[in-house]
């Protein structure tokens, strides 16, 4: 299976940004975090990251083109406002999940509003890094049962 992981703005701050939130562990460190869930399931994981809004609807829609067939995808900020993500997501039709490390229903209330959760399949937040894996999980699970 090919899967693309999509991080957001600030995710490449992990472990210097807000600790107390996002944990102490480092971007570096969730990367092989996702390398070594690919190697375990066999599956094919691309993880892009970017602070540009642009470039994350550039690659969620070269993904259209590429045989991605799952998309994981942490928006950061974007969650909450950038509807161009979410045109973006919607007009994907692979297996989506949006991942959060934080729970963002105990946050601010800004961040408790996502755009682009009702275009994906499935929101996971609060379960810190291991969300990543559970929602690798989830689409391995899916893409099997479409593709038996």
Same mark, same amino acid.
């Given at each position: 299976?090919?899967?693309?992981?999509? $991080?957001?703005?600030?995710? $490449?701050?992990? %472990?210097?940004r807000?600790k &107390?939130v996002? @944990?102490? =562990?480092?971007?570096?460190?969730?990367?092989?975090?996702?390398?070594?869930?690919?190697?375990?399931?066999? #599956?094919?994981?691309?993880?892009? =990251?970017? $602070?540009?809004?642009?470039?994350?609807?550039?690659r969620i829609?070269?993904?259209?083109?590429d =045989?991605?067939?799952?998309?994981?995808?942490n928006?950061?900020?974007?969650?909450?406002? &950038?509807?161009?993500i /979410?045109?973006?997501?919607?007009?994907?039709?692979? !297996?989506?999940v949006?991942?959060?490390?934080?729970?963002?229903?105990? /946050?601010?209330?800004?961040?408790?509003v996502? +755009?682009?959760? !009702?275009? #994906?399949?499935k =929101?996971?937040? @609060?379960h810190?890094?291991? %969300?990543?894996?559970?929602?690798?999980d989830?689409?391995? &699970? +899916?893409?099997?049962?479409?593709? !038996?």
């Open positions: 299976m090919n899967l693309l992981v999509i $991080n957001g703005p600030n995710i $490449n701050f992990l %472990g210097i807000e &107390s996002y @944990g102490a =562990q480092d971007y570096d460190y969730l990367l092989g975090l996702i390398a070594g869930k690919g190697e375990a399931t066999g #599956c094919k994981i691309e993880v892009f =990251q970017s $602070n540009h809004e642009g470039a994350i609807i550039d829609q070269d993904s259209y083109f =045989q991605t067939e799952a998309i994981v995808i928006p950061g900020a974007y969650t909450h406002y &950038s509807y161009a /979410r045109d973006a997501l919607a007009s994907i039709t692979v !297996p989506k949006e991942i959060h490390i934080s729970d963002i229903t105990k /946050r601010e209330e800004f961040r408790k996502s +755009v682009t959760a !009702p275009v #994906c399949d =929101q996971i937040y @609060g810190g890094l291991e %969300g990543y894996l559970e929602a690798i989830y689409c391995l &699970s +899916v893409v099997s049962k479409e593709n !038996p």
